[in-house]
């Protein structure tokens, strides 16, 4: 399965892009960028230098993706939504080398939803879900359900994307049957 770049797409030498990777209209991938194989990149995504996106992300239309994001394998990235390298920045005072870029990770399998931001210096946890038009201030939990502005953790999800509904402290999925236990305010699977 070889690597698909629309004719209208910019891919500079020097870029990165795994196997099966499929690069669509009018996106901008700069040198130094590493994808993944098997990824997919909507209309109008941008992917900045040094940018690292694992196997298997999807990455909806109108998002860009600036130096200092890393991205894990499974990762989902809904229509417009914004990640920000930069905590405090201003025309007057360029802030553009990586020295002045924090680090965002989103960790495997979490999902971030359209129009959602994910300020510079967060992580967001394993198999996390954002919600459409939050605003990520802090650290996302594994399997935690976040929204509003800023983002509160509402809930916890299950791998599959179906929320929890916790009995004291453990969980069965109603979808897939997966089990979690929650134990000070974390979530992890107890089935593995």
């Given at each position: 399965m070889g690597t698909f770049i629309h004719e209208s797409a910019y891919v500079d030498a020097g870029a990165t892009i795994g196997e099966?990777?499929?690069?669509?209209?009018?996106?901008?991938?700069?040198?130094?960028?590493?994808?993944?194989?098997?990824?997919?990149?909507?209309?109008?995504?941008?992917?900045?230098?040094?940018?690292?996106?694992?196997?298997?992300?999807?990455?909806q239309n109108n998002v860009s993706i600036y130096e200092g994001v890393i991205l894990e394998d499974y990762v989902f990235c809904g229509p417009s939504m914004v990640f920000t390298n930069v905590k405090t920045p201003r025309s007057a005072f360029p802030r553009n080398t990586g020295a002045d870029y924090q680090i965002t990770r989103v960790l495997h399998g979490a999902s971030i939803g359209a129009n959602a931001t994910v300020v510079c210096g967060t992580q967001i946890g394993r198999w996390a879900f954002v919600a459409a038009g939050a605003v990520v201030t802090r650290d996302v939990p594994d399997y935690g359900l976040v929204a509003g502005v800023p983002a509160r953790i509402i809930g916890w999800v299950c791998e599959c994307g179906a929320t929890l509904r916790f009995d004291q402290d453990a969980a069965t999925c109603e979808d897939c049957r997966r089990q979690y236990r929650r134990e000070a305010n974390r979530v992890s699977r107890s089935d593995v």
């Open positions: 099966g990777t499929k690069v669509w209209h009018f996106c901008h991938v700069m040198p130094g960028a590493v994808i993944g194989n098997e990824c997919s990149l909507g209309q109008n995504v941008f992917v900045a230098n040094l940018v690292v996106l694992g196997n298997h992300v999807k990455v």
